[in-house]
């Protein structure tokens, strides 16, 4: 079998290189199964940066869309769009937040986010509105998203950053109380449930629920960005969702469309109201094939119970990674094995990039995150035997980089 794809150069001629590629092209896909060009079969463990919720040429999914594409792609937001309308009102039920903005991509929902902020502060006669943000979050690579991420290599080479931005450590509630103690500036408070670029880092559920408090204390929007720890991942709808509480502001995108691109802004009543006509759009945001995928992604996790599947086989490969890597785990060569649902992270004592192409070698997909970071954001439809498989190509792989020639 080859294990890299024939003619495949190392940097493609003509698209830019902005992604240190794999030498794979993959062609086609099934279920949690992908294929590439040189018909090399591989166990998808990444989803697409966790995208597709469904995973691949799902058998309802497809019809779907098929028929859509066949009434409309895209007709423009000078009008309603009915499609925008049933999954705007499965998102507010879903949430049990109130409105939806719809985007094409996490980065703009963020964007959208942030400008909800900052319209939010100048309404209540804030001139310099400053958002609260955390170390090592990921909110995109828009020249505001990038700011307001914590990675200095996100950064680096796009200066001056845009301003306003706080940063704090996460789980830590008196980092937080000390930074924006006495500043009547603050509007918002910004983070993703479950940092995922970062390392899979989960917000702990008591921090959740005393930034929800402090917010409400102070009159402050929590935003929580749930792009890619949202849509079922982690066995509940929306991770902050474990916590009991609601955010003002939710943006997603990632899983919402199963590989379609759809972002959204879910907003509950302190800020459904704040963007007015004229105040935001976008040209692509909302249309009828976007808003179908995401009507039909949430109607076959409902009908073939997905956050359930997430969360069971979830924790089987949790147990089962703990199990296989124990002796790592008590010789801390293995730090920890942390995450939720179908959204883990296996962190290691080294560096551990060069994973991702041994694992695509040995026929497995997945990512290796903030330099040390193994993670795993399959397909919700994944199974208790393919989680199995995971297990079994991965760990032997891991056992092996960490023996001390590495
Ligand atoms: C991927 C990601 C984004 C950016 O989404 P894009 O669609 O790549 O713009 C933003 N926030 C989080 C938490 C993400 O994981």
Redesign the pocket.
């Known amino acids: 079998m080859n294990t890299t794809a024939q003619g495949i150069e190392a940097q493609s001629p003509h698209v830019m290189n902005t992604y240190g590629r794999l030498p794979i092209a993959l062609s086609h896909g099934e279920g949690c199964r992908v294929w590439d060009v040189n018909g090399k079969c591989y166990l998808d463990a990444l989803g697409g ?2 995208v597709n919720t469904l995973g691949h040429k799902h058998p309802k999914l497809v019809p779907a869309l098929q028929d859509q594409i066949a009434k409309m792609i895209h007709c423009c937001n000078y009008y309603h769009v009915p499609e925008q309308e049933a999954l705007a009102k499965k998102l507010v039920e879903l949430s049990g937040l109130t409105n939806v903005f719809f985007c094409s ?4 929902a ?1 964007e959208a986010a942030l400008k909800l902020a900052r319209k939010f502060g100048h309404d209540k006669g804030i001139e310099r509105p400053e958002i609260v943000v955390y170390e090592k979050a ?4 828009s020249i505001a ?1 990038l700011s307001a991420t914590g990675n200095p290599k996100v950064q680096a080479g796009f200066g001056p950053l845009v301003e306003g931005f706080i940063r704090v450590p996460i789980n830590h509630i008196e980092s937080l109380k000390q930074a924006t103690e006495g500043n009547p500036n603050v509007v918002a408070v910004f983070f ?1 449930a479950i940092q ?2 970062g390392g899979v880092n989960p917000m702990h559920m008591d921090y959740l629920r005393e930034v929800r408090q402090l917010c409400d204390e102070r009159d402050w929007l929590l935003m929580i ?1 749930e ?3 949202g849509m079922g991942r982690t066995g509940k709808w929306f991770a902050h969702q474990w916590a009991g509480i609601k955010p003002d502001v939710m ?1 997603l ?2 899983g919402l469309g199963s590989g379609v691109p759809v ?1 959204a802004v879910v907003a509950g009543p302190k800020a459904a109201q704040i963007f007015q006509p004229g105040n935001h759009g976008t040209t692509f945001g909302g249309n009828p094939l976007a808003m179908r995928a995401g009507v039909e992604t949430i109607r076959i996790m409902e009908e073939d119970d997905l956050l359930a599947n997430a969360l069971r086989v979830g924790a089987h490969l949790m147990a089962e990674l703990k199990q296989a890597l124990s002796a790592e785990l008590a010789s801390h060569t293995v730090r920890e094995i942390r995450g939720q649902g179908l959204m883990l992270g296996i962190e290691l004592a080294q560096p551990c990039a060069a994973l991702v192409g041994q694992c695509a070698t040995h026929g497995l997909l997945i990512s290796v995150t903030a330099d040390t970071v193994i993670r795993l954001v399959p397909p919700l439809i994944m199974t208790a035997a393919e989680a199995d498989e995971v297990v079994a190509i991965l760990c032997p792989l891991i056992k092996q980089h960490l023996l001390p020639a590495n």
């Open positions: 940066i966790a991509t996490g980065l703009e963020n990921f909110h995109g690579r998203t993703e995922g670029e960005d792009v890619q720890c943006p995108a990632k972002g």
